[in-house]
């Protein structure tokens, strides 16, 4: 079922209810992160001091291509301060030169035989201090034997093109893997007999998720124990511990991550980077603590990146506008080494879903990824394992069809949609969506913008020469990674733990494997077990970010931590209060059938007046006395949850741009989003994840590219080169929802941290594409700046890659 | 070399390398690690302090340059247990995610309410535009910075007046 009605009203704010308004449970709260954060006093990774830390700077190659011929550092470790410089020679020696990457790939922690990228890794300073570790660096002296790099992602298997991983074995050309999903035969029988066949290159330029937090890590080996405590900006903690623990032999239980509060992450921080690797091994070498801390041009040329992708698009349909068939050849850029972050059996992520929120009769999807001379990466931005680049491609196609036919964008929709009753709907490459509404968030989404007004709005300017665009996107996406028997991640399943312990006076403590990085984990945390239990959000500590203290689980990403997380989170609740139902019958001499609960206090049906609270029963079940027989005494309870299914979030969104004739600037004049990701835990914090997404959508449109010159230079190095959206380029985002609970989420909620992000950017585009109609315009690729917008109106459009 | 200067108020004296940058300083030798590190090209503003009540971008000011001025950061908006509304702002409007942009996004939001009590969002949205945030989109900080303006009571933290 899908409900439609307003959120709750706010108070010039989203919403955030006061302090004497708190839901017991879900709604506005205010969250539990802020007083820290609001005051200065939040504890990121670069705060953390320890007594007798040295400072670690990296040195990285200025080609994209090299052999390195010889590295002379005995200037730098002549320098007063410095106390270890380590190359790539150095640590093969112990067998650490090289590391596994999250596809099985490898990838160098330091280069030995050559450079693969601009900026790759090539040696490490330690220091005593910031400075004089960067000091140091420049006194290295490295020679290197240039070799043409691999730039061109169309000409990396070409037979001329030099081989980039010449370190794997018997490795002959450029390729990583092939990759298919759909019926190719059946797709091939539609395309045939279609009325109408659109097919459009459509280029995803690499971008970056740049957070404003770089990445870095404080490394702490105690000599003795061989204790190793890692301050590290990372999203996954726990998959990082094991993974230390496989490859550096270090044993798991001398390993604890610390991921500590966490300036961003969205994608970023999954990856285990060089630099966290060379502080690990800097500290067992040097028996001090060892700090990395990257700075913005290290973030931008050297981690994990996103997108990148070519994709060919080919859409069939009748004439009236019922699509039958879409199909995709792929040519993805993974970069110098495979560290797309995905789970195992998806080298695509899940790009599978590029049918999107229709439906048709075939699909089919063929793809090649190689490497290139570029930084790796590519799971990143906010992409739900590539949905991102899965949505662009369907909600651009379908675009241009509604071109072809001379219709209208939205009409095109509503009129392919899957349709309510189709739940649980199989897509034709496999994937259950298990529940969505799609016409009413759609229909909102229009009431919102007065869609009619605006494309009448649209006629009158056009008639005047002004460019004005209404551009639409409808995106559903696939989070919550995810059932264990499909999906894992290095061989360690995607299942999440939870722990909930309630004290004897009735208050809480929650231990999560999830991390936030912004998400605002200890605010929605507390919610749910408050719901679940009764206990007020600020009677619940929630721990997460610790392996020492929480319970195994893979981390925060793919928006899967509410999905997953969430899940777990309610049920452990759930768990405990069974429990507490059975003490209660004892406290209230009747049987556990005639028992109701009252979020928060159990009562004898019948007889209201006999009730016990939680914390009553929290008392008694730490108390003295006896309890209800072959029961043992305390109130806590643990989990591991492993989802049946991803959830499917979906959204309408909307729009509206106004372009200068003159200069091709283009103007965001208004974006409407209505959401659904089932259940609202905190509707504050979801609006507020919604926007933050959206401003990416903008940016990625409109501003954001890494790219690079014919000799693998990175044109993107700082923030002066990549460009962020900020709010002169962003409009007041206006949103709304409809809500259609997940059937297979025990509190029915979906992900949503990741789904403005994905649907945006088509919107964005195709309202900049509406706006050039005039000019006959079906497609130009982002990122549409003025330069690039200008281009199109001329008639010179060019790929940007 | 020698600096003196003022921080939240408090006088400071230290031995700094002349190159030190400001952000460093007040991190790494006072131990203010509300101010935050980000670019170094001066484009994201996470490391925005005020000096004598005007933001400044503290990864390209030398410590050298902040000698002998007043100095305020995140640590210093707080006066006896009182959050400054611009703190408050933030709160009750979600203007902030992982709170990593958040402290130099609210000493420019003091420096202009200081300067402009009643400002438009257009003049908010200005006063921002040297910072960037990546979790907000913006409006809720405009709606903070807005709240903060409708709910101001004496506060001149980090005004040179």
């Given at each position: 079922m899908t409900t439609t009605e307003p959120a709750p009203p706010v108070d010039g704010a989203l919403g955030a209810a006061s302090d004497e308004e708190r839901p017991i449970g879900f709604g506005n709260l205010r969250r539990k992160e802020d007083p820290r954060l609001i005051r200065g006093m939040g504890h990121f990774v670069d705060d953390v001091q320890l007594p007798g830390m040295l400072h670690l700077a990296i040195l990285r190659s200025p080609m994209a291509h090299a052999k390195i011929v010889s590295i002379d550092k005995s200037a730098a470790e002549a320098h007063p301060k410095v106390v270890a410089v380590i190359t790539g020679e150095d640590l093969a020696a112990q067998g650490l030169a090289w590391m596994p990457t999250l596809s099985n790939d490898v990838q160098a922690v330091l280069a030995t035989d050559?450079?693969?990228?601009?900026?790759?890794?090539v040696a490490f300073v330690v220091a005593e201090d910031r400075y004089s570790a960067r000091d140091a660096l420049e006194l290295i002296e490295v020679d290197y034997e240039w070799i043409d790099p691999v730039v061109d992602v169309r000409k990396t298997m070409d037979p001329e093109t030099p081989i980039?991983?010449?370190?794997?074995?018997?490795?002959?050309?450029?390729h990583i893997f092939d990759w298919e999903t759909g019926d190719e035969a059946a797709t091939k029988a539609v395309f045939d007999n279609a009325d109408v066949v659109v097919k459009e290159e459509i280029i995803y330029p690499r971008v970056h998720p740049a957070p404003m937090e770089t990445c870095g890590a404080v490394a702490d080996v105690e000599r003795v124990s061989g204790q190793l405590t890692l301050w590290c900006t990372t999203q996954a903690p726990h998959a990082h511990r094991t993974v230390y623990a496989l490859v550096a032999g270090l044993p798991e239980h001398k390993i604890r991550v610390i991921a500590p509060d966490i300036g961003g992450g969205f994608g970023n921080k999954v990856p285990i980077y060089p630099g966290y690797v060379c502080a690990i091994v800097a500290s067992l070498v040097i028996g001090k603590p060892v700090k990395w801390m990257e700075d913005r041009t290290e973030n931008l040329v050297s981690t994990g990146f996103a997108r990148d992708y070519v994709m060919e698009a080919e859409i069939a349909a009748t004439k009236e506008g019922k699509i039958q068939a879409i199909r995709t050849n792929v040519l993805a850029d993974h970069g110098a080494f495979n560290g797309v972050a995905a789970p195992t059996k998806y080298p695509a992520g899940f790009f599978g879903v590029f049918t999107g929120s229709y439906d048709i009769d075939a699909a089919y999807c063929k793809m090649q990824a190689v490497y290139t001379n570029k930084a790796p990466g590519g799971v990143a931005y906010a992409c739900s394992f590539r949905i991102t680049e899965a949505v662009y491609l369907v909600e651009r196609i379908v675009d241009c069809l509604a071109y072809e036919l001379e219709m209208d964008p939205a009409e095109l929709r509503l009129k392919n949609f899957i349709q309510p009753e189709q739940f649980p709907y199989e897509s034709k490459t496999g994937w259950v969506y298990d529940s969505g509404n799609y016409e009413p968030a759609m229909r909102k989404a229009m009431d919102m913008a007065g869609y009619e007004e605006l494309r009448r709005e649209q006629a009158e300017k056009r008639e005047r020469g002004e460019l004005m665009g209404i551009g639409i996107s409808f995106f559903t996406e696939a989070v919550g990674a995810g059932p264990r028997k499909d999906m894992d991640i290095l061989g360690l399943g995607m299942a999440d733990g939870c722990e909930l312990r309630i004290h004897p006076t009735g208050k809480a403590v929650v231990r999560l494997s999830v991390k936030t990085q912004g998400q605002g984990h200890e605010t929605t945390f507390a919610q749910i077990i408050s719901e679940e239990t009764g206990i007020p959000p600020e009677d619940i500590d929630v721990i997460h970010g610790d392996t020492d203290n929480t319970p195994f689980g893979l981390g925060t990403y793919g928006s899967r931590s509410t999905p997953v997380s969430g899940a777990a989170a309610a049920l452990v609740a759930r768990k405990v209060r069974d429990k507490a139902q059975i003490i209660a019958s004892g406290m209230l001499e009747a049987s556990v059938a005639d028992l109701q609960w009252d979020k928060g206090s159990f009562s004898v049906a019948g007889d209201p007046e006999k009730s016990v609270t939680i914390q009553d029963i929290a008392m008694k079940a730490h108390g003295a006395g006896d309890l209800p027989e072959g029961l043992e005494g305390g109130l806590e309870a643990q989990i591991c949850y492993n989802p049946d299914n991803l959830t499917y979030p979906f959204g309408a969104y909307i729009c509206v741009v106004d372009i200068d004739p003159g200069t091709a600037v283009v103007k965001v004049r208004r974006f409407i989003a209505v959401d659904d990701c089932g259940t609202q835990i905190n509707p504050m914090i979801i609006e507020g994840q919604v926007h933050g997404g959206l401003a990416d959508g903008v940016g990625m449109a409109m501003m954001e590219m890494i790219s690079f010159d014919e000799d693998g230079n990175c044109l993107g190095g700082s923030l002066m080169d990549y460009l962020i959206p900020t709010a002169l380029e962003t409009p007041d985002w206006e949103t709304g929802h409809t809500v259609t609970p997940s059937p297979h989420h025990p509190i029915g909620a979906k992900g949503v941290g990741e789904s403005a992000t994905v649907g945006s950017p088509p919107a964005v585009v195709n309202a900049i594409v509406d706006a050039l109609k005039p000019y006959g315009i079906r497609h130009a690729d982002m990122p549409l700046t003025p330069s690039r917008v200008w281009e199109t109106m001329q008639g010179n459009h060019t790929p940007p890659i | 070399m020698q600096v003196n200067m003022t921080i939240n108020g408090a006088e400071v004296s230290e031995e700094i390398e002349?190159?030190?940058l400001l952000v460093h300083f007040l991190r790494d030798q006072v131990g203010l690690t509300g101010t935050h590190w980000g670019c170094d090209t001066s484009n994201c503003g996470t490391c925005v302090v005020l000096i004598d009540g005007e933001p400044v971008k503290?990864?390209?000011?030398?410590?050298a340059m902040a000698g002998g001025h007043e100095v305020t950061t995140v640590e210093g908006l707080e006066q006896d247990g009182v959050l400054d509304p611009v703190q408050e702002g933030f709160m009750q409007c979600h203007g902030l995610q992982c709170g990593f942009c958040t402290p130099g996004m609210m000493l420019t939001a003091r420096a202009l309410l200081n300067n402009n009590p009643n400002p438009s969002e257009g003049v908010i949205r200005e006063a921002i535009s040297g910072q960037i945030c990546r979790c907000t989109g913006y409006s809720t900080i405009v709606r903070s910075i807005q709240w903060a303006a409708n709910h101001e009571s004496a506060v001149t933290i980090g005004s040179s007046s």
């Open positions: 050559k450079v693969r990228f601009q900026h790759q890794e980039i991983r010449d370190d794997l074995e018997g490795k002959t050309d450029n | 002349p190159r030190h503290s990864c390209t000011t030398l410590a």
